[in-house]
């Protein structure tokens, strides 16, 4: 009956939830399921949800309330998925009536189980913690066909103090190698392969009882398929000489990593329960230069951390200086319930969160600037990853910009093909981007 009915799928929350999405999309293709973009024809709509952060949640909540105003006209069944209803179904179940059908993040092959018992009896199911996590290989990729995400470990067991997601994801919980590799074969020819994990640097300490993660790089970079491969979410305490020797010797991991530091106070660290104290990280941005000669490194900070006080916040700043990486994102502290910092006082009023992240934002645009700056005049290998019509240009990233998260190269050309590389001379450079041109292009 399933294979008659007309699947929209929305997929909310990081890269990490992106490659489950497109797992989700796999099954439906297995079952010669038919698909469409267009929600307004769709007959079952599935949302694949975020809860990581209170405007998360907020935000998959009201896509599904937004999703349930076409069941005026071809929709169905609305299938909620993901973190949302793997942490929070008790209060989901009886408040959002506009769902049909409830999944956990483990229970993505009980859809089919679950939409035929709701279309049967006329009823909601709630199958959240029903599945048994079997490993799902098949893939419809929703990013460009050129780049793609490979989740290698799902989980963690850093418990981080302003983190739900050991409480939603459960304990670290590596893939077996044999299947990311089996997997990132499938996936054909790639330009650029990105690791993804809540702990990606911690693979395979669970599962083999000792760290494999340069054995998974350089497994993966025998592969044919795969021209390049980027690491995101490299926490600081694995970042072993092992591994930097790899990254500076394997030609096809890019010279990139993104390391999430989250504060660099110790005070504040230690209240996080973060690995590690500014020294250490200093010193590791130090030892990673000196080996990986042009290394880019990137990082994300959380200001406004309960009793963060405004010398830890100047110290914070002091440290954006010294570290001089390529890019940082920034975030203000959000008190979620269920974690260990909630409780913490003072709370930090969110006018000064709002401000100190705002802050931090304007000194590193003067510190990306300062670095970009210095490929004006210079040739940077870009990855073409399509036209910017608005721009009348073409577009790209270097090797120290993945996607979404980081600046762009926009170049002039007398040609280019998506998925291609060029070498692109710099002509300018803002805070963020880089904007050049070919050489075979007639300026």
């Known amino acids: ?39 307004s024809k769709a007959q079952i709509v599935i949302i694949n949800t975020c809860a990581f952060l209170q405007s998360a949640r907020e935000e998959a909540i009201e896509t599904i309330l937004e999703c349930a105003d076409y069941k005026s006209g071809c929709l169905e069944k609305i299938v909620v998925t993901g973190c949302l209803p ?7 179940y009886g408040a959002l009536s506009e769902a049909d059908v409830f999944l956990g993040i483990l229970d993505y092959e009980k859809i089919f189980e679950a939409l035929e018992k709701s279309y049967a009896e006329d009823s909601r199911q709630n199958y959240v913690k029903k599945g048994n996590d079997g490993y799902l290989s098949e893939r ?40 990311l590799v089996a997997e990132a074969k499938d996936l054909g020819d790639t330009a650029e392969l990105i690791l993804v994990a809540q702990d990606s640097t911690r693979y395979g300490e669970d599962l083999y009882g000792e760290n494999k993660f340069v054995k998974l790089l350089q497994e993966l970079s025998k592969l044919d398929n795969i021209q390049r491969i980027r690491l995101l979410y490299c926490y600081p305490d694995v970042i072993t000489d092992e591994l930097i020797d790899e990254i500076a010797a394997n030609d096809k991991i890019l010279k990139y990593m993104d390391i999430p ?42 200001s406004g951390f309960p009793t963060e006080t405004e010398l830890e916040f100047e110290g914070m700043q002091d440290f954006i200086r010294q570290a001089r990486l390529i890019n940082c994102g920034f975030f203000a502290y959000s008190r979620e319930p269920d974690t260990g910092a909630y409780r913490l006082k003072p709370q930090i009023h969110h006018a000064t969160k709002k401000r100190r992240v705002r802050a931090l934002y304007e000194l590193q645009a003067e510190i990306s600037a300062d670095i970009l700056n210095d490929f004006v005049g210079k040739k940077v290998e870009v990855l073409c990853d399509g036209i910017d019509y608005e721009r009348n240009c073409f577009v790209g990233r270097a090797y120290f910009s993945a996607p979404d998260i980081d600046g762009k190269v926009y170049f002039n050309a007398a040609e280019a093909m998506q998925g291609e590389r060029y070498e692109i001379i710099v002509d300018s450079a803002d805070s963020y981007d880089l904007y050049g041109h070919t050489e075979d292009y007639e300026i």
């Open 1 to 39: 009956m399933l294979t008659n009915k007309l699947f929209g799928v929305i997929s909310l929350g990081c890269d990490k939830n992106r490659v489950d999405t497109e797992k989700l999309l796999g099954l439906l293709k297995s079952k010669d399921c038919r698909t469409t973009d267009e929600l």
């Open 140 to 179: 419809v990729l929703t990013t460009d066909e050129h780049y793609a995400y490979l989740k290698i470990a799902d989980g963690c067991y850093n418990h981080c103090t302003y983190c739900l997601i050991p409480k939603i994801r459960g304990k670290y919980r590596s893939y077996p190698m044999e299947k």
């Open 261 to 302: 530091l989250q504060h660099s106070e110790n005070r504040v660290l230690k209240l996080m329960n973060r690995k590690g104290a500014r020294e250490g990280y200093l010193a590791l941005f130090e030892k990673l230069r000196a080996k990986i000669p042009n290394i880019a490194i990137r990082s994300t900070f959380i």
């Open 86 to 92: 793997q942490k929070f179904i008790d209060e989901l």
